[in-house]
């Protein structure tokens, strides 16, 4: 390719190919009047030399970009100029040890130190904006566990108040099982049939007969009561064996009685007997005094002032461990002084299957047959142990019995009546009950089942764990139940606050207790009982 340039101005312009396919050959350039310049210059640029260094370049540059923003983030809070990043560039490695060291070195001055939750900041973007107005590692520890703490301090708290609210809450009756004691005491009143006997006279003499199934429930909720028996006749291989001797309070009677008039049972026999219709001795007479004593004691000691309260105490407090109905399960004998053999069921559990099999159960001489609650081997109780529910730090306690002993329940039991009788049971737990006055209530936690551990203790025979299912009322531990379990067990306990006839009862498991409300009959429709 040449090119012709006059010095006046351009006279030729001419482009040539030479040779070559495409090749330059030769520039030349004339100046008119003067000597021709001629400028030849061959450039060759390989392929192979240019691929090489555009794949190195492809792979170091995207590498020294990123290096260099790492290095620009890091270093803008801990360099103040190019000098300092630059330095980073090249010995960033060591940098990051020594603030790692920094770091934990002022992490266990603060874990060490003390500190006052009121000198943390409220909030996350409180606590980045004074550091990077500091710019202190050791200031930066002491403010974050400052911060940590406080937010401690607060979920206890809120946990605290959480446990008020839902203990209020199991204080309450809803308006709902209100109307129906209302409605069934109207319809005792004024309807024959709801007064008539109970069981009929035919079948009186069912009441007493040893080959017959007999179940004892104490208990003022007309709602539970019909669960309770309605669960255990469905699931019952032989109902006709079945004899429910339900004992409540003179204000619940009316209720209770016309409710199971109405609604008579198929094949089962129930009974229900008021609290004033026994005729006690003397000895029983002082004996619930001295429950009641204890229960005003308890109240004025633990929730009398809200400044009084003890949180950890607040599950015992509930309204059926200080309840006289719960209590008088140790006058059981006396109650029932005909029967031989009963099984014991509280009002807060379902029988789901069968269980027939408790009246034939070898109690190898012992008075009760109950469930311990273990989920291990034997004497592997977490949480079920003497220890907690006895006072073991009281001279009394820790010289007569032993902390690492496991603890067994109420919910379902198996009583041989005339081994009871054969015993000083119900003496003992009188006698443990004054020693408890006389010590201001602190010989054990509030609740109906610490003095009957020490009553019964040595006379009770485990029964199979399996059987029977707890807990359904409590938040936390129902969560840990597998549904495996809860639909393999005889019998499902509600123990716990969140009763499944509250509102604060848990939709999941309230259902398996609503499947036996007889949601046809009048007077649930009409007091609108929940599902």
Not at 92 to 107: C, I, N
Request: charged residues 20%.
């Amino acid at each position: 390719m040449k090119f012709y340039i006059s010095a006046k101005g351009i006279k030729r312009f001419t482009i040539s190919n030479g040779g070559g396919k495409g090749s330059a050959k030769d520039t030349s350039a004339t100046a008119a009047g003067g000597p021709t310049v001629t400028a030849s210059s061959s450039r060759r640029i390989s392929l192979r030399t240019v691929l090489p260094v555009v794949l190195v370049l492809g792979i170091v540059l995207p590498f020294i970009f990123v290096r260099v923003a790492i290095l620009v983030l890091e270093s803008a809070t801990f360099c103040s100029s190019l000098e300092c990043a630059g330095w980073r560039f090249f010995s960033g490695a060591d940098t990051s040890l020594k603030l790692r060291d920094e770091l934990t070195r002022a992490l266990m001055e603060a874990n060490d130190g003390s500190v006052n939750d009121n000198e943390g900041v409220a909030t996350f973007n409180e606590l980045v904006k004074e550091m990077v107005l500091k710019q202190d590692l050791k200031a930066f520890a002491f403010k974050t566990k400052a911060m940590l703490l406080q937010m401690e301090h607060k979920v206890q708290r809120a946990k605290q108040q959480e446990s008020v609210y839902w203990h209020l809450a199991s204080h309450g009756v809803p308006q709902s099982l209100h109307c129906l004691c209302l409605k069934l005491a109207e319809e005792y009143a004024v309807n024959a049939v709801a007064r008539s006997s109970l069981p009929p006279p035919e079948f009186a003499s069912r009441l007493t007969d040893p080959t017959l199934h007999h179940l004892v429930l104490l208990t003022d909720n007309v709602l539970a009561a019909s669960v309770v028996v309605t669960s255990t006749v469905e699931n019952s291989v032989h109902p006709e064996k079945l004899v429910f001797h339900i004992v409540t309070d003179k204000k619940t009677y009316a209720s209770m009685h016309a409710w199971f008039a109405t609604n008579s049972i198929q094949s089962a026999i129930v009974e229900v007997k008021g609290l004033h219709q026994y005729d006690w001795s003397e000895e029983m007479n002082a004996g619930v005094k001295e429950m009641l004593e204890t229960n005003h004691l308890i109240w004025k000691n633990y929730y009398d002032k809200e400044k009084n309260i003890d949180y950890r105490h607040l599950n015992a407090l509930r309204p059926s461990s200080l309840s006289l109905m719960n209590q008088l399960r140790i006058y059981i004998p006396e109650l029932f002084p005909d029967l031989k053999r009963i099984v014991f069921l509280d009002d807060d559990v379902v029988v789901q299957r069968d269980i027939s099999s408790l009246w034939e159960l070898d109690l190898n001489g012992k008075v009760s047959g109950s469930v311990f609650k273990s989920w291990c081997e034997d004497y592997c109780c977490p949480g079920s142990k003497y220890m907690n529910y006895l006072n073991f730090s009281h001279p009394l306690i820790s010289y007569n019995f032993d902390d690492e002993q496991c603890a067994w329940l109420y919910g379902m039991n198996v009583f041989d009546l005339d081994a009871w009788r054969r015993t000083n049971i119900t003496q003992t737990y009188r006698k443990w009950l004054k020693l408890n006055l006389e010590s201001g209530t602190a010989l054990w936690n509030p609740g109906v089942l610490p003095p009957a551990l020490i009553a019964f203790d040595g006379q009770v025979h485990p029964i199979d764990p399996s059987m029977i299912v707890t807990d359904l009322g409590y938040r936390y531990r129902s969560e840990e139940i597998s549904k495996e379990s809860l639909e393999a067990a005889s019998v499902i306990h509600f123990s716990g606050p969140a009763k499944p006839w509250l509102e604060i009862g848990f939709p999941e498991y309230r259902r398996l207790w609503s499947r036996y409300v007889n949601f046809s009959n009048k007077f649930i429709r009409r007091c609108r009982i929940i599902r």
